[in-house]
């Protein structure tokens, strides 16, 4: 499963149901990647996955999630994503630069134009 704001079908079983979540106001980049994250394991969770290795072109928020570390914008959120990790055999969090994540950078960019535009059905 690739995050930037989607997942790669080609990676995600057939059986499992896509949800969609807005958020009409986040305060940083930093906040709406984790709460990327956040529903993407939410998601993987429904779908019965047992271990998840998420990509993000946030490297803050990757260092965040392989240490204990904290920050005071996102607190409330790491915290959520440690514990639903928990109910995980295996996750994993890697840096990948954006240049190598361009599928998910155009869907994500596509995404926020629809919201920006109110097309979001």
């Not at 979540?21 to 930093?30: D, F, G």
């Not at 204990?68 to 295996?90: M, N, P, Q, V």
């Not at 840096?95 to 596509?110: E, M």
Request: hydrophobic fraction near 40%.
């Amino acid at each position: 499963m690739s995050i930037g704001a989607s997942t790669d079908p080609y990676t995600v079983s057939d059986s499992c149901q896509y949800s969609t979540t807005t958020r009409t106001h986040v305060s940083s980049a930093l906040e709406a990647e984790a709460w990327a994250v956040l529903l993407a394991l939410h998601q993987a969770q429904t779908c019965g996955f047992e271990a998840i290795h998420i990509f993000s072109d946030c490297q803050v928020l990757v260092k965040l999630l392989n240490s204990e570390d904290i920050h005071t914008d996102i607190h409330s959120i790491l915290g959520d994503i440690r514990a639903i990790c928990s109910s995980f055999k295996l996750s994993l969090f890697s840096f990948i630069p954006r240049l190598a994540n361009g599928k998910a950078d155009s869907v994500a960019t596509c995404a926020l134009q629809a919201i920006e535009n109110n097309n979001v059905p």
